[in-house]
């Protein structure tokens, strides 16, 4: 009996309803919510990797292609490390300097021998605008896949052996 006059006692201390349930009703309005950042990449696959210029061939073009998750204008920045084709060290000891060579972004650009385009030196770090001093954009639709041509050009002959480089970076920012 003391059993069950205990838990008759817990049984009648506990609340009738919990505390956050609603009064009963014909209707309930529940709230829900999402986010995801704008972002854009740079397709892997559908991308260049490396270009190589010379004097019998001085012009190259590729395709750079990125997509975004948002319809709006991307910028896209180009970044020439060594503001032209860099001469290696053994080179530079021969009297070897720099080569300029040009570039061409957008989707219009053709190989054309240079007709148009900045040097790679007028490709500045943190340049990134969209008056085209360094940077191109476009306006987007989501998940579409922007394929800019990108088109290279030596601007004059290399006159003295060795190896040249340079690294062009691109960024994408919504």
Same mark, same amino acid.
Request: overall charge neutral; glycine content about 8%.
């Given at each position: ?28 309005? +529940? ?27 001085? *012009?190259?073009? *590729? ?67 969209? *008056? ?11 998940? +579409? ?30």
């Amino acid at each position: 009996m003391k059993k069950s006059l205990f838990l008759a006692a817990v049984i009648a201390a506990l609340p009738t309803a919990p505390a956050f349930a609603q009064e009963a009703g014909t209707s309930l309005a +529940v709230s829900l919510g999402a986010s995801l950042p704008k972002s854009c990449e740079f397709k892997r696959n559908a991308s260049l990797v490396d270009v190589t210029l010379s004097n019998e061939v001085p *012009d190259a073009a *590729d395709r750079v292609a990125y997509s975004c998750n948002y319809i709006g204008t991307p910028v896209v920045t180009i970044t020439s490390l060594n503001g032209g084709l860099a001469p290696d060290q053994a080179s530079v000891a021969l009297g070897a300097t720099k080569v300029d060579y040009q570039i061409a972004f957008g989707d219009n650009v053709t190989v054309t021998g240079g007709a148009s385009g900045r040097l790679a030196s007028e490709f500045l770090t943190g340049v990134s605008s969209p *008056d085209g001093a360094g940077a191109w954009t476009r306006s987007t639709a989501p998940n +579409v896949r922007i394929r800019p041509r990108l088109s290279l050009h030596l601007t004059r002959p290399i006159e003295i052996a060795g190896d040249y480089s340079d690294t062009l970076s691109f960024s994408i920012a919504p």
